[in-house]
């Protein structure tokens, strides 16, 4: 049975159409449904349903048993609303002719036209009260009214029989003719050029009025009709936007992303060469420093050798001042020795040659 149903189900598909035929013949048979064909195309199986489904419903998801018995009921409901409408409708016309006849009486005196009107409203306010006072024939309670008055009580203030035989004489043409005095209003607010024309083409003109009046509605009911359509398209064509929208829009950060990796790589590149050119102008720095501390410990070195080098090059020209001062005055002492003068002469020399090159060497660290 499964077996069979499959195979129908899918030969129902198939007759129906494929891929994206058949997205679109769903998605007609289902107006009022909030569906996209990208919903379809994710559920398959569900698609199949509303395809098999749209083979037994309407476009408003009625069976056709159901729509029969709507189209009954709805044709019932229009019978009896005409009837109540027409009932109405001369009930309001009347109500008309007698307050225009109020309110346009001059004087106080009594006409045909006022007895008629008064008549028709004694009438009217007779058949408004007994309606008022009407209670459903099937209840056996005794309903006494307001101030204990009955309908048939209130049937007595009807006029006589005679008034009544005269107002229903002359009621058609008085319904008549102002029946044609609001059609002329509404031909003339319809198509206001038509009120200067004459009586005979106005009359034609008023007898094509029903069909103008019916084609105009059957356009408004279709302008409607064509909004609603045009309202389930808009909002279908509006969620496949957003659904677009938000296809790109995640395309849109993807690449705002990627991009965005891309140039966090670069700027941290950027930022590594930079710390690096930082670093070895530190490192400069450094050295600089070093080097600057180098060559100052090394000038202050330098400084100390001279100055301990000039110390002992001092000491040893006052020692040798000493040596000098302590052969002069063995020279002195001695010249009285013959011979051994010119020994003594050359020693004296000597020493006079290497005190001066010991000054000299001072004066060359002095400076």
């Known amino acids: 049975m499964s077996v069979m149903s499959q195979r129908t189900d899918s030969g129902f598909v198939s007759s129906l159409g494929k891929g994206d035929t058949l997205h679109q013949q769903v998605l007609a048979a289902f107006p009022l449904c909030r569906i996209s064909e990208e919903d379809l195309i994710q559920n398959p199986q569900f698609c199949k349903l509303l395809a098999t489904l749209s083979q037994h419903v309407d476009r408003t998801g009625l069976t056709q048993h159901l729509r029969r018995d709507r189209e009954k009921a709805e044709r019932e409901l229009h019978a009896q609303r005409l009837c109540w409408l027409r009932a109405e409708s001369v009930h309001r016309v009347l109500r008309e002719i007698v307050q225009e006849n109020r309110f346009s009486k001059a004087s106080s005196a009594l006409t045909a036209e006022d007895k008629f009107c008064s008549t028709l409203e004694q009438c009217l306010m007779v058949a408004q009260c007994v309606k008022q006072m009407d209670v459903s024939s099937d209840s056996g309670e005794d309903h006494s009214g307001v101030l204990g008055l009955t309908a048939e009580r209130v049937l007595r203030q009807m006029p006589s029989e005679q008034e009544l035989l005269e107002m229903k004489q002359r009621l058609p043409s008085e319904l008549l003719q102002h029946l044609k005095k609001k059609a002329v209003s509404i031909l003339t607010y319809y198509q206001p050029e038509w009120e200067n024309e ?144 010119e020994a003594l002469a050359e020693e004296y020399s000597r020493l006079r040659q290497e005190i001066a090159t010991k000054s000299w060497a001072l004066k060359e660290f002095s400076t």
Request: proline fraction near 1%; hydrophobic fraction near 35%.
């Open 198 to 341: 004459s009586e005979g083409l106005r009359s034609v003109k008023l007898s094509k009025l029903p069909e103008l009046l019916d084609a105009e509605r059957k356009r408004a009911k279709s302008l409607a009709e064509k909004n609603r359509e045009n309202d389930v398209l808009l909002q279908r064509q509006t969620h496949a936007y957003l659904s677009e929208l938000l296809k790109c829009m995640n395309i849109l950060q993807r690449l705002v992303l990627d991009l965005r990796l891309k140039a966090q790589k670069d700027l941290d590149r950027k930022k590594i060469e930079y710390f690096e050119a930082k670093c070895e102008i530190g490192l400069q720095k450094i050295r600089a420093e070093m080097l600057e501390v180098q060559l100052d410990t090394y000038t202050r070195d330098k400084i100390a050798a001279h100055k301990k080098i000039t110390e002992k090059l001092r000491a040893e020209l006052k020692s040798s001042e000493l040596d000098k001062q302590a052969l002069e005055s063995k020279l002195t002492s001695f010249q009285i020795y013959g011979q051994d003068f």
